[in-house]
């Protein structure tokens, strides 16, 4: 099962392929989380990479590709979340052939609610101070890590995301829509109702 989950910031992406991984057993592939753990490094690379998510840009496709292409070689099994983000990028992985595209719907409002209440641990398992709260308060369930919040998930770094995904994350979208692999779901309503939704595009 190849699987592709796309959405606008905060719709819930992380949250839901964590799940999907878990009970199918696929690996789950962020680039924001993999660039988060070289930025964490703070290696030269890392740091190049940091201006990008500190402005709320996209890195480069031709980077981004090849970070996927590299995580993704001679597998079979995956969910690849918040990728592709362009239609160079899209383009680019044809040859994976994916079987389908999972598209959240949220709309706006809704996540800026998310983000305001949103933590996540070193490692990027994610909570919500409302809505997803960890078993221990500012623990981690998974790794025990210490909660915090994103250094991207300030008023005016949100605004430019969306501004980002608008133009050049949106047509990727209709891509798929053409190409007839998306399943688009209902985003809105708690973190069990939206998989259950996506549990049943998945049957
Ligand atoms: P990335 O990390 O992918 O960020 P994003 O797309 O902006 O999305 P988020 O991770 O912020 O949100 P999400 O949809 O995963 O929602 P979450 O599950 O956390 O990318 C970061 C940066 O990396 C980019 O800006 C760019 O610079 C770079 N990058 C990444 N991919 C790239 C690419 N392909 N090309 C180029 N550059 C790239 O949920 C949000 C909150 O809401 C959480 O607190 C969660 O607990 C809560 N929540 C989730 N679902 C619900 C629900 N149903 N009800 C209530 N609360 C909920
Ligand atoms: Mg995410």
Do not use: W
């Amino acid at each position: 099962m190849k699987l592709i989950i796309l959405g606008p910031p905060g719709s819930g992406k992380g949250t839901i392929s964590e799940k999907v991984a878990r009970e199918y057993g696929l690996l789950h592939i962020s680039p924001g989380e993999l660039f988060r753990e070289e930025v964490k490094k703070n290696t030269p690379l890392g740091r190049e990479i940091k201006q990008y998510i500190e402005q709320g840009r996209l890195l480069p496709d031709e980077f981004t590709v090849q970070v996927v292409k590299l995580e993704v070689h001679g597998k079979k099994k995956y969910i690849l979340d918040g990728f592709p983000r362009s239609v160079a990028q899209a383009k680019a992985i044809e040859e994976l052939k994916v079987g389908k595209v999972i598209f959240l719907e949220v709309s706006l409002a809704e996540v800026l609610k998310r983000f305001a209440g949103r933590r996540a641990c070193p490692e990027g398992h994610t909570y919500h101070l409302q809505f997803s709260l960890p078993h221990h308060k500012g623990k981690c369930d998974i790794d025990g890590l210490p909660l915090g919040r994103r250094k991207d998930d300030q008023p005016r770094v949100i605004k430019e995301r969306f501004k980002v995904y608008q133009k050049i994350s949106l047509p990727v979208v209709r891509f798929y829509q053409r190409k007839k692999l998306l399943k688009k779901v209902n985003a809105s309503g708690t973190p069990e109702e939206v998989y259950e939704r996506v549990r049943r595009t998945l049957r």
